[in-house]
């Protein structure tokens, strides 16, 4: 690839998910960053998050029906996507690297790495279905 040119925009996005936890999605990137910049456009927001996954800045985290979500935190870990409210969490548990060696066993080609969503119920979810219920 070529060199890039300097972004003061993608790079504020790239700061933004940096000092989130949140895995906000494109839209909650734009209304921020709208904050410093009032006239970038939905698709500028769009076209930089997708070039920064591309270059393995950020991780873009596909929710099922919801929207994307983005993560700053490129290193392997694993996330819950709650089914209800699209929410997005890491978990906390160790990323299990010898799973790829058995899932090679069957495959034919090379694996170099994976990815694993959980997906369920968060907490605020689950208790407001049991209210509903009750």
């Known amino acids: 690839m070529a060199n890039l040119k300097y972004s003061r925009q993608r790079e504020s996005i790239r700061e ?11 839209d ?27 270059l393995g800045s950020i991780r873009k985290i596909s929710t099922g029906d919801g929207p994307d979500r983005f993560d700053a935190a490129t290193a392997p870990h694993y996330h819950f996507v709650c089914t209800s409210c699209h929410q997005v969490m890491d978990l906390d548990m160790e990323f299990l690297s010898d799973i790829e ?19 369920g119920l968060c907490s605020e979810c689950l208790e407001k279905s049991k209210n509903e219920v009750s």
């Open 28 to 54: 909650m990137v734009y209304h921020h960053i709208r904050q410093i910049y009032p006239n970038i456009s939905l698709g500028t927001v769009y076209r930089n998050l997708s070039l920064l996954v591309n």
């Open 101 to 119: 060696t058995k899932a090679s066993r069957h495959f034919d080609g090379k694996i170099t790495g994976h990815t694993t969503n959980f997906y």
């Open 16 to 26: 933004f998910l940096m000092t989130r936890h949140d895995h906000p999605t494109a």
